[in-house]
């Protein structure tokens, strides 16, 4: 679902993969750990078909959290509008044309590339990332489409994990490409995008991530939250630490998400002891 934040982070990492540089990569770049999402959003409709837009009750990313010592934004409850979340999705890409799932693995177009997180010191080419295309459930029950940065080698796996998402109807907020304002953005904590490709460290390291190979996927963050000690990234998701209390978006131990990336020979960081990364699947452990 992987910071030194706003404060000293403006300069290092929040926002969730070998075709990898040769050699020993250079220092991960600065930048920040975790990153808002960016629209708005709110209340379901009873069926997976369209229906009038429901009524917003939250603005995603509006709210600049206050700092801890150690950047992160301050752990705060999760406010009401959030416990049992189900914002409806801004579209970014034209949604898909029919309910039949749809997907696209191409070479990177420049636009796509220079809105991204990419530079030349990332431990991954340009050329062996793939931007990927795919059709996904909201939970507004509508159909969307989204887009994912992946290494060249990892696409075909993560198209056929989210297909079999798809046919299950797994709702997914968001998904979309990390732009570079949001790694440097105070936290707000409620963030909730699907996300592949970010050019970070791992949380308060300087080894790069998995994200940063192309070779990692973080799925519904706020629904399921990374912990470690007293951190909880989102900083508003404590209400999703409650496991047992299952609400649509959460990934669990043997449910859908784990078993179609698990498919894959992909890890799942929610089987970690710490920390506990419950939205991050990865192909090389990390």
Known sequence: MRRKTAATAGALIGFLLAGCATGTPAAPPPSPLTAPSAPPSPTLPATRTATSAPVVTWQVGARP?????????????????????????QDFLPPPASTTYTAKIAEVPDAVLKRSTWQAACPVSAADLRYVTLSFWGFDHRVHTGELLVRKDAAAAVVKAFSELYAQQFPIEEMRITSPAELGAPPTGDGNDTSAFVCRPMRGQKNWSAHAYGLAVDVNPFCNPYTKDDLVVPELASAYLDRAKVRPGMVTAGGPVVRAFAAAGWQWGGAWKSPVDRMHFTANGE
């Open 65 to 89: 959290l206050p700092l801890r010592p150690d950047g992160f934004g301050q752990i705060q409850p999760t406010p009401p509008e959030l416990v049992n979340r189900s914002l409806p999705t």
